[in-house]
């Protein structure tokens, strides 16, 4: 699965302005985030380049960046990777996660669907999985397993009394 | 629809009016501790609900959160009041107010929900479900029980709509089960009843089989062999008789025995009669003895007082004697009577004194001995005799006592017409029979009457019998009847969890996203809810290998998590037109990773087109939020300054964020 094609696909239906800086990086915008994507093959790949992917990025756009304001302060270095040779390697991009310096970065291994792509940008995302919960009205389930007469009694009567004799006389 | 302002006065800690425009977009809202950032959030649910859920149940010294609602610091505030004003997609306001003073507006109300759809206590809900604060996070990441949790979500995505019908099932359901109890209660007592009746019938049926002759008895005793009117009479008087007659009987025996004791001709009788002869004779022969002893008693005292005589004489002599032998011979003569005497024969004269005391003194002594003899004798005698009277005496009391007892007796049996020589047998036996008679007719006059009630009784069992298949019948029908109403709330409660598992299974998605995107747990990313139970109902969640996040989550993975949930049941809510999130400090326990994950998540549902209104304390973080929450336009973002002046209150300087520029790569 080619990752790039995947990210470029997700990012433009998220409303993200795509376009590739070379064969294996893009970069998006929007009103309010910006970045680039790296994809690599293995997840040792990112351990080992992710600081000078990010600072060529920040280079080759140091200009646009010291003049967008704010904005420079939401840029997002994501560095997605199809494979690990190691369990190490979950760790080590972790720890890339959580260094805040210059960037916001997304390190993500074992991307082998583009579900799993789509869960790795979930940060640049709305909210995927949102429902409506249907609003099946309980009552006819309900009516259709205990009977239509005796229903309508427990439904509508007021009186314990005469609902009580409703089900005394309900065989 | 938004939160398009708020205004208070006088509410909480504001003594000035505080006016709030929100953001279409976000509202971030900032301040220290104190400031009143929650009074932003406390404000909004007052007006909705009326009141503020996190105080609701809690007092101290008498008094509620009702209590300091308002103002309660110096100074007076003008007006007492909190104000609401929402906008419609279309664009149309209305306000909802709410004051201690009856100024009090809900015109609109209706417009925040779907009444089909919403659940009961709608406002409640909607505050419930899209106020986030501190402590719900907290309350469902540690210490929410899973069947609390179950309710929470079960009420607020709107699934309930059986409250009603449970209400009634549950009233039908007491009234049947205490019919039932009556109906058995009902049942038990007939059974009982008839129980008792068949047991009386079979004791009456073996009564009335003795039944013999009663018109035969019946003339025989009373001359007529019709039965007699007061059937109880004759049976009370017929016994008294039985008794009279035995009683009659028993003292006639008596009598006739004790007559043949007494009578003289009877052996114990005639030993009497020669018991005393013999006393009489014995008592003849003692008195004669004791006569004989008397005479030889005054014999011997005469010949002793004789003796006695003598004893002065004896006396002299002696001292005579004691003088002669002490004088001694006094020239050949007598110093005692002058005489001249020679020596030999003075000593003679003096042994012959002796001679003559000592005889008396042995006949002296010899007389005593009789005479004390003589009188122990007589004594004895004496003794004996009045013995011998006394037991006379005795055996012949006995005798005139037998001999009175003989006529007494002899006069009662000629009492009951027995005269001498009559046999009492003849008298008896008349007695006798009359009793057999009487006996044998009460026992059938019973027997007759025992008849007539084995005919009642079979009538009384055949009616208990009927009111037995119809109390049996109503104990059927209202078992049934329980039992039907039984199975609807079983079906109820089946239903309502069916539809809670698939509501539940619709949100699965949402709720494992925001979990993702949160990442309490960076080995654990995936979660999956838990449901069991039939009659109460637990939601519990598991992570792993079926791992309860509650024991091995720190304390701000599970904020992490409990938010997760929080913020899946708010975007799941169908029924609510309200799409504002409002969350109340969210990162407190959070480190700046999964801080970073929170803001994400909230421009994430930002992006999603909700209204976010977030207060944070720290300051880098609310600028953080207001850069990353996404908007379009000036004004559609705000940053609210919250502060907390002595003497003044709270107070809010808004401020429009400015929209970031738009294309920064793409222009360069």
Not at chain 2, 422 to 448: D, F, G, H, M, Y
Not at chain 2, 488 to 494: E, P, Y
Not at chain 2, 648 to 655: L, N
Request: proline share 3%; hydrophobic share 40%.
């Amino acid at each position: 699965m080619p990752i790039l094609d995947e990210a470029r696909g997700i990012l433009e239906r998220a409303g993200y302005l795509v376009f590739s800086a070379d064969a294996t990086t893009l970069e998006f915008e929007d009103d309010t985030l910006m970045g680039f994507i790296a994809a690599y093959q293995f997840g040792e790949e990112i351990v080992r380049s992710w600081r000078d992917r990010q600072s060529s990025f920040l280079r080759k756009n140091a200009p646009a960046l010291r003049s967008s304001g704010l904005k420079s302060w939401n840029v997002y270095s994501v560095f997605l990777a199809a494979s690990n040779n190691y369990t190490e390697t979950k760790r080590e991009l972790l720890a890339i996660e959580e260094d805040f310096q210059s960037t916001r970065k997304i390190a993500q291994s074992n991307l082998v669907s583009a579900t799993d792509v789509s869960r790795a940008l979930f940060p640049l995302l709305s909210i995927q999985n949102l429902v409506e919960l249907r609003q099946e009205d309980p009552t006819e389930r309900l009516r259709a397993r205990v009977g239509e007469k005796i229903f309508n009694a427990v439904q509508t009567m007021e009186s314990t009394e005469e609902l009580a004799q409703i089900f005394l006389e309900t065989k | 629809m938004r939160l398009r302002s708020l205004y208070i006065d006088g509410f909480r800690g504001a003594l000035s009016p505080v006016e709030v425009e929100f953001g279409d977009a976000f509202t971030v809202i900032t301040g220290r501790n104190g400031a009143g950032k929650s009074t932003i959030c406390d404000a909004i649910e007052y007006v909705l609900t009326g009141t503020l859920e996190r105080f609701r149940l809690d007092t101290e010294k008498g008094e509620y959160i009702d209590d300091y609602l308002w103002w309660r610091g110096p100074g007076s505030p003008q007006r007492r009041i909190a104000r609401l004003t929402f906008a419609t997609d279309s664009g149309e306001e209305f306000i909802l107010s709410r004051g201690p003073d009856g100024d009090t507006t809900q015109r609109g109300v209706e417009k925040l929900y779907d009444p089909t759809k919403a659940p009961e206590s709608p406002l409640p809900r909607l505050c419930q479900t899209s106020i986030i604060r501190d402590e719900t996070i907290t309350r469902f990441s540690t210490d929410l029980s899973e069947t609390e949790r179950f309710d929470f979500v079960n009420r607020a995505i709107g699934i309930s709509r059986f409250d009603k019908i449970e209400e009634r099932l549950t009233l039908v359901n007491k009234r049947l089960r205490d019919l039932v109890a009556l109906r058995k209660t009902e049942y038990d007592r007939v059974r009982e009843e008839a129980a008792r009746l068949t047991s009386e019938l079979s004791q009456a049926r073996i009564t009335a089989s003795s039944t013999a002759n009663l018109q035969e008895l019946l003339k025989a005793v009373t001359g007529s062999p019709e039965a007699p009117t007061d059937v109880r009479e004759f049976l009370r008087a017929s016994q008294l008789e039985i008794t009279r007659n035995r009683a009659e009987i028993d003292d006639i025996e008596r009598s006739s025995a004790t007559l043949r004791q007494l009578d003289p001709a009877h052996p114990s009788q005639a030993e009497l009669k020669r018991q005393l002869e013999l006393q009489t004779s014995e008592m003849s022969e003692a008195e004669v003895a004791v006569k004989s002893a008397e005479l030889e008693l005054s014999r011997l005292a005469a010949a002793l007082d004789s003796e006695r005589l003598r004893s002065a004489r004896i006396e002299a002599l002696a001292q005579l004697r004691e003088q002669g032998i002490r004088a001694g011979l006094q020239d050949g003569h007598c110093p005692l009577c002058g005489l001249h005497i020679g020596e030999g024969e003075y000593k003679a004269h003096l042994e012959e004194l002796e001679r003559e005391i000592r005889g008396f003194n042995d006949s002296l002594t010899s007389l005593v001995t009789q005479h004390a003899d003589a009188k122990a004798k007589h004594q004895q005698l004496r003794s004996k005799f009045e013995q011998l009277r006394a037991a006379y005496q005795q055996t012949l009391s006995r005798s005139e006592a037998a001999e009175k007892a003989y006529a007494a007796g002899r006069a009662k049996i000629r009492d009951f017409g027995l005269t001498s020589g009559t046999n009492i047998a003849t008298v008896i036996a008349p007695k006798r029979q009359r009793i057999e008679l009487l006996e044998k007719t009460i026992s059938s006059l019973r027997s007759s009457l025992a008849l007539a009630r084995v005919s009642d009784l079979e009538r009384q069992l055949s009616t208990v019998q009927d009111k037995l298949r119809i109390a049996d019948f109503e104990l059927s029908r209202a078992s049934s009847a329980e039992s039907s109403a039984r199975e609807f709330d079983a079906a109820l409660k089946r239903v309502s969890a069916e539809i809670v598992d698939e509501r539940l299974a619709d949100l699965s998605p949402l709720l494992s996203e925001l979990y993702l995107r949160l990442r309490p747990h960076s080995e654990w990313a995936e979660i999956q809810y838990l449901m069991r139970g039939d009659v109460r109902r637990f939601l519990s969640f598991t992570v792993g290998s079926d791992i309860n996040p509650r024991f091995v989550f720190s304390s701000g993975q599970r904020r992490a998590l409990g938010l997760s949930f929080l913020l899946a049941v708010h975007l799941s809510r169908s029924w609510c037109y309200l799409k504002t999130l409002i969350l109340d400090d969210p990162v407190q326990h959070i480190d700046d990773y999964r801080a970073m994950h929170l803001v994400e998540v909230l421009s994430s549902i930002r992006r999603s087109g909700r209204q976010v209104i977030c207060g944070i304390e720290d300051p880098a973080l609310a600028d953080l939020l207001c850069r990353r929450l996404k908007m379009e336009a000036s004004g559609e973002g705000v940053k609210v300054e919250m502060r907390f002046s002595l003497g003044k209150g709270i107070s809010a300087e808004c401020t429009d964020v400015v929209p970031l520029v738009a294309r920064a790569l793409v222009s360069a």
